[in-house]
């Protein structure tokens, strides 16, 4: 007739011990790495649209040498961070696989460029914001695949590396 109930103690270390809702974990990383490509993706756009009278040649050389050569710094940099405290083992951007991105999105905003030049009014500044919205929301769906190393969770054990 009585039932025996549990503690409230035990009720509520229970529910401390249950974890958190698969949406509502890594959401505060999710929505950072958003910002991060948001702000790269405003970055290209601003580079395009400022070289506005610039040829397609001077377009390519501009935003591929700042795109192929500032990454490769950052990436040393941070590879002597990882060795310094000793986490070298942790999952990091593939280097060849974020320059390869790159030269496809510029790749593509030259062809639609040179598609578009004479005959859209003010070609460069729709495709500066191709490039934000495409880098903004291409970035974070495709990141996964950009991420190798050890304990990496790619979908496909081919992308790991």
């Known amino acids: ?13 229970a529910v401390r011990r249950a974890p958190a809702p698969r949406h509502a974990r890594g959401s505060g990383r999710t929505a950072a790495l958003f910002v991060r490509y948001l702000l790269l993706g405003l970055l290209m756009g601003a580079l395009w649209a400022y070289q506005h009278d610039a040829s397609l040649w001077e377009h390519a050389v501009r935003l591929l040498g700042l795109l192929l050569i500032v990454p490769p710094l950052l990436h040393r940099a941070q ?10 083992d942790r999952p990091r951007l593939s280097l060849v696989r974020l320059s390869l991105g790159k030269v ?32 903004a929301v291409g970035g974070p769906l495709l990141h996964p695949r950009l991420i190798v190393g050890a304990g990496c969770r790619s979908v496909d054990p081919a992308v790991r590396g």
């Not at 040179?114 to 009014?121: G, I, N, S, T, Y």
């Open 1 to 13: 007739m009585s039932q025996p109930h549990e503690p409230p103690d035990t009720i509520r270390s």
């Open 79 to 88: 590879a002597r961070r990882r060795r310094r405290l000793g986490q070298e």
């Open 104 to 135: 496809g999105i510029v790749a593509c905003a030259l062809l639609a460029a040179w598609l578009l030049e004479d005959r859209v009014a003010g070609a460069d500044h729709w495709i500066a914001g191709g490039l934000t919205v495409v880098v």
